[in-house]
């Protein structure tokens, strides 16, 4: 198949632009949204050049489809997360606006991270929906829905009735779901404060460099007035400062959401393994029914039996029918037990292979995110060395 | 008005020429050696007030004894500059912190507001002692020698009340016309004087500012480093990493802190007392005009011939003798307070200038030290799984 050929070459994948554009939604009303070029280029091994195959615009809503698909197909996969929708953890200065610049910006490369992490994914780079997402502009979104996909997809409301009445968890899920749980606290948390920091922060900044302007008149006549240009320097530097420190916000915000994938998977460990239960639960009640036919005793109460008891026993035909067809269910229901079991261990064992991929992922990823979010602080305290310095001497003249 | 015996232009020792030069930085040249400290609540059925400590050490003959012990409160000290002003009209006495602050205060004597004002009481103590005039006045050496009831009685001796509202009335009346003759000089004076005033608000201001931003800031940084101690309880691979952060985030916390510190204990108050200096300037300008305006008058008298001229011209030769006087002393004083001004507004922002960059340095050490522990990490471990 052309995309096995696809995926053997090296491939590179960029979002290179962002555009806005006007159009009308479903409800036939004008909106304004914006629109991202994807750029696919296949690098030959020989001359390690690179030639653009493919290239397509794809809005946000686009993104979300093709998550949701490979939700549905991959429920073993820690399914990489989007950039978030909505702009959250701002501090002051930064826009809330989905249409701001700066946002549209980040987003641009928080999607061309989540392709390239979908490339990288030894499993979901295989997926003929994602090579078609590349690929295919026109009619993808029909051949997504073609999928049927949304019938894939457990509901909401069954999963949640999994998680609270099956018994028996593999207790790595139990754990993971509990990491998941404080990593997202502990990552929504820090976002909160940093935020708070860095609003705190470009008020120091800021304020410094009211400074400048009054200084320039202060000094004698013999000074130049571009001295005190070092307080307003000093001031505007704040900006490209956090804006390197929202990179880094967007790199925690990514595990953040990372922490809702782990947890889906969980809750498909979840469902299936009380599909099982329930499974094993009616097949038991059904061998018990049958014994009991069989002897005669009634161990536990039915209302057959009391019905029998007020208006007559059945005839023995009559029951010789009934444990026939107990006999056919019990023998569907194991083999349904054996298959289902099968298939709960495969997906233990598949999913926490890609679990362990995903934690040495998470730590590679999370320690560099932790060492540049230090090389940030150094260089803006030279920065401030800098500047201080400079302003000292200038004081120094006065 | 009463002059003070001794001429501001010929300063009585040439111990008090030595004081006309260093502040505190040398305090074995100077003879009189003031501290104030020790803040003690009263309370009595009447009201509440604090009293001050003021020691003072001394080798000056005039003073009975070598050193002394007092306690004084805001209103003795109140007391004491109405008289300087009154004895050195012209002369830029130092001024003293405000009555009470407005903004922001629940009650009169907190912690803060006591100590800020103990540093500025000290301050004004110490200027006195180191102008070449105001250290010898006589109600300043009774300020700091006598004891309770003796400063009582003596306060109750000089011009009384109705004669100082009286003397407030021709104030307002004849000022206008002193400004109207007042010398190019004064003129000058005067511009800079406004001016000085301006800018010197505009940067207490932006330094009250920039205080508080600190220290809201450090306020949000104290929080930021535990909740990476929090995280590196769920991740066993990445515990070195977020522990590290961590200490670096409260070792930058601390520095942010000390920054904060020294930019009370000398920005502040520096930038502060001189937003007072100004006002007083203004003051300083207003009696020299007064005086002035009292020759103009009696000049003009003489012109149209309204009294006895052989009385009016022996009044006008006092008053011009009064005037050249008064323009003398302000001069001098003026060159003098404009001297300190700019040595302490500079060495002030020198220290800041000089806290930041410690600041920054003390940070810079941090984080390069976790840099280094870090990619030492990851060399130990890129090498371990090569082999």
Same mark, same amino acid.
């Given at each position: 198949?052309t995309?096995?050929?696809?995926?053997?070459k090296?491939?590179e994948?960029?979002?290179?632009?962002?555009?806005?554009?006007t159009?009308?939604n479903a409800?036939?009303?004008?909106?304004t949204?914006?629109a991202?070029?994807i750029?696919t280029r296949?690098v030959?091994?020989?001359?390690?050049?690179?030639?653009?195959t493919?290239?397509?615009?794809?809005r946000?809503?686009?993104?979300?489809?093709?998550r949701?698909y490979?939700?549905?197909?991959?429920?073993?996969?820690?399914v990489?997360?989007?950039?978030?929708?909505?702009?959250?953890?701002?501090?002051?200065?930064?826009?809330?606006?989905?249409?701001?610049?700066?946002f549209?910006?980040?987003?641009?490369i928080?999607?061309?991270?989540?392709?390239?992490?979908?490339?990288?994914?030894?499993?979901l780079?295989?997926?003929?929906?994602?090579?078609?997402?590349?690929?295919?502009e026109?009619?993808?979104?029909?051949?997504?829905?073609?999928?049927?996909?949304?019938?894939?997809?457990?509901?909401?409301?069954?999963?949640?009735?999994?998680t609270?009445?099956?018994?028996?968890?593999?207790?790595?899920?139990?754990e993971l779901?509990?990491?998941?749980?404080?990593?997202?606290?502990?990552?929504?948390?820090?976002?909160r404060v940093?935020?708070?920091?860095?609003?705190?922060?470009?008020g120091?900044?800021?304020?410094?460099?009211?400074?400048?302007?009054?200084?320039?008149?202060?000094?004698?006549?013999?000074?130049?007035?571009y001295?005190?240009?070092?307080l307003?320097?000093?001031?505007?530097?704040i900006?490209?400062?956090l804006?390197?420190?929202?990179?880094y916000?967007?790199q925690?915000?990514?595990?953040?959401?990372?922490?809702?994938?782990l947890?889906?998977?969980?809750?498909?460990?979840?469902?299936?393994?009380?599909?099982?239960?329930?499974?094993?639960?009616?097949?038991?009640s059904?061998k018990q029914?049958?014994?009991?036919?069989?002897?005669?005793?009634?161990?536990?109460?039915s209302?057959?039996g009391?019905?029998?008891?007020?208006f007559?026993?059945?005839?023995?035909e009559?029951r010789?029918?009934?444990?026939?067809?107990?006999?056919?269910?019990?023998?569907e229901?194991?083999?349904?037990?054996?298959?289902?079991?099968?298939?709960?261990?495969?997906f233990?064992?598949?999913?926490?292979?890609d679990?362990?991929?995903?934690?040495?992922?998470?730590?590679?990823?999370?320690?560099?995110?932790?060492?540049?979010?230090?090389?940030?602080?150094?260089?803006?305290?030279?920065?401030?060395?800098?500047?201080w310095?400079?302003?000292?001497?200038?004081?120094?003249?006065? | 008005?009463?002059?003070?015996?001794?001429?501001?232009?010929m300063?009585?020792?040439?111990l008090?020429?030595?004081?006309?030069?260093?502040?505190?930085?040398?305090?074995?040249?100077?003879?009189?050696?003031?501290?104030?400290d020790?803040?003690?609540?009263?309370?009595?059925?009447?009201?509440t007030?604090?009293?001050?400590?003021i020691?003072?050490?001394?080798?000056?003959g005039?003073?009975?004894?070598?050193?002394?012990e007092?306690?004084?409160?805001?209103?003795?000290?109140?007391?004491?500059?109405?008289?300087?002003?009154?004895a050195?009209?012209t002369?830029?006495?130092?001024?003293?912190?405000?009555?009470?602050?407005?903004?922001?205060?629940?009650?009169?004597?907190?912690?803060?507001f006591?100590?800020?004002?103990?540093?500025a009481?000290?301050?004004f103590?110490?200027?006195?002692?180191?102008?070449?005039?105001?250290?010898?006045?006589e109600?300043?050496?009774v300020?700091?020698?006598?004891?309770?009831?003796e400063?009582?009685?003596?306060?109750?001796?000089?011009?009384?009340?109705?004669?100082?509202?009286?003397?407030?009335?021709?104030?307002v009346?004849?000022?206008?016309?002193?400004?109207?003759?007042r010398?190019?000089?004064?003129?000058?004076?005067?511009?800079?004087? @406004?001016?000085?005033s301006? =800018?010197?608000?505009?940067? /207490?201001?932006?330094?009250?500012? #920039?205080? $508080?931003? &600190?220290?809201?800031?450090?306020?949000?940084?104290?929080?930021?480093g535990?909740?990476?101690?929090?995280?590196s309880?769920?991740?066993?691979?990445l515990?070195?990493?977020?522990k590290?952060?961590?200490?670096?985030?409260?070792?930058?916390?601390?520095?942010?802190?000390?920054?904060?510190?020294?930019?009370?204990?000398?920005?502040?108050?520096?930038?502060h007392?001189?937003?007072?200096?100004?006002?007083m300037?203004?003051?300083?300008?207003?009696r020299?005009?007064?005086?002035?305006?009292?020759?103009?008058s009696?000049? @003009?008298?003489?012109?149209? =011939?309204?009294?006895?001229? /052989?009385?009016?011209?022996e009044? #006008?030769? $006092?008053? &011009?003798?009064?005037?050249?006087c008064?323009n003398n002393?302000?001069?001098a004083d003026w060159?003098?307070?404009?001297?300190?001004?700019q040595?302490d507004?500079?060495?002030a922002?020198?220290?800041?200038?000089?806290?930041?960059?410690?600041?920054?340095?003390?940070c810079?050490a941090t984080?390069?030290?976790?840099?280094?522990?870090?990619?030492d990490?990851?060399?130990?471990?890129?090498?371990?799984?090569?082999?």
């Open positions: 198949m995309e096995n050929n696809f995926w053997l090296k491939i994948i960029s979002v290179s632009e962002a555009e806005k554009r159009g009308r409800m036939n009303m004008q909106e949204y914006t991202y070029l750029e296949s030959e091994h020989s001359d390690g050049q690179s030639v653009l493919d290239s397509l615009w794809r946000y809503s686009e993104f979300e489809l093709l949701n490979l939700l549905a197909f991959y429920p073993h996969v820690v990489p997360p989007l950039p978030e929708k909505r702009a959250e953890f701002v501090w002051h200065k930064l826009s809330a606006d989905n249409m701001d610049p700066d549209v910006e980040r987003r641009r928080g999607l061309e991270n989540f392709l390239l992490r979908l490339a990288s994914h030894p499993i780079c295989r997926d003929k929906i994602f090579y078609l997402f590349l690929t295919q026109g009619n993808w979104k029909e051949t997504v829905n073609e999928t049927g996909f949304q019938l894939k997809a457990d509901s909401r409301l069954k999963a949640l009735n999994a609270f009445r099956v018994k028996n968890p593999d207790k790595r899920f139990t779901k509990h990491y998941s749980d404080e990593l997202q606290s502990v990552i929504s948390h820090l976002l940093r935020a708070r920091v860095a609003d705190r922060l470009y120091v900044y800021k304020v410094h460099g009211n400074y400048g302007r009054v200084f320039s008149c202060m000094c004698r006549e013999s000074c130049t007035v001295r005190m240009l070092f307003t320097r000093y001031a505007s530097s900006d490209d400062i804006e390197d420190e929202e990179h916000a967007d925690l915000k990514e595990y953040l959401f990372y922490a809702e994938a947890r889906a998977v969980c809750r498909k460990h979840e469902l299936m393994q009380y599909d099982l239960e329930m499974a094993a639960q009616d097949l038991a059904k029914q049958c014994e009991e036919l069989a002897t005669g005793t009634v161990r536990t109460f209302l057959k009391m019905t029998t008891k007020l007559g026993q059945e005839t023995p009559q010789e029918a009934r444990i026939k067809v107990l006999e056919e269910q019990i023998s229901g194991e083999q349904q037990l054996k298959s289902k079991n099968l298939e709960g261990r495969e233990v064992k598949n999913a926490w292979a679990i362990e991929r995903f934690k040495e992922q998470k730590n590679h990823d999370l320690k560099e995110a932790l060492i540049s979010y230090a090389v940030m602080q150094i260089s803006m305290c030279k920065k401030g060395i800098q500047v310095t400079n302003a000292k001497e200038c004081f120094s003249k006065m | 008005m009463d002059m003070n015996s001794f001429s501001p232009l300063p009585t020792s040439p008090s020429m030595i004081n006309q030069i260093r502040f505190e930085d040398e305090p074995d040249l100077k003879d009189l050696l003031i501290t104030v020790e803040p003690e609540s009263h309370v009595t059925t009447i009201e007030f604090i009293t001050y400590r020691v003072t050490k001394t080798s000056r005039e003073f009975d004894a070598s050193e002394f007092v306690r004084r409160r805001y209103q003795d000290f109140l007391w004491l500059k109405g008289k300087l002003e009154e050195h009209p002369l830029i006495i130092p001024p003293l912190p405000e009555k009470f602050i407005v903004k922001g205060m629940v009650e009169r004597f907190n912690d803060d006591i100590e800020t004002r103990r540093k009481l000290h301050k103590l110490n200027r006195i002692a180191d102008h070449p005039t105001l250290t010898f006045n109600d300043f050496k300020f700091l020698t006598a004891q309770a009831w400063l009582s009685s003596h306060k109750k001796q000089g011009p009384g009340l109705l004669s100082r509202m009286g003397q407030t009335a021709r104030a009346a004849s000022s206008l016309r002193g400004v109207k003759n010398p190019e000089e004064f003129m000058d004076m005067n511009n800079f004087i @406004e001016t000085f301006q =800018k010197i608000n505009l940067i /207490d201001k932006i330094s009250q500012r #920039i205080y $508080k931003e &600190e220290r809201d800031y450090f306020e949000e940084m104290k929080e930021y535990p909740i990476h101690i929090l995280w309880a769920s991740e066993e691979d515990v070195d990493s977020l590290g952060i961590a200490s670096c985030i409260d070792k930058c916390c601390k520095a942010t802190e000390k920054r904060m510190f020294g930019l009370s204990e000398t920005l502040l108050p520096v930038v007392e001189y937003v007072l200096y100004s006002e300037l203004m003051g300083v300008m207003k020299r005009d007064q005086i002035q305006a009292e020759l103009d009696k000049v @003009e008298a003489l012109t149209y =011939k309204k009294a006895d001229t /052989d009385l009016l011209t009044e #006008i030769g $006092k008053l &011009e003798d009064k005037v050249e008064a002393a302000m001069k060159e003098r307070w404009k001297q300190n001004m040595n507004i500079k060495s922002f020198t220290d800041m200038a000089e806290e930041n960059i410690s600041y920054y340095e003390q810079l984080w390069e030290s976790f840099l280094t522990s870090q990619t990490l990851h060399l130990e471990e890129t090498s371990e799984e090569k082999s």
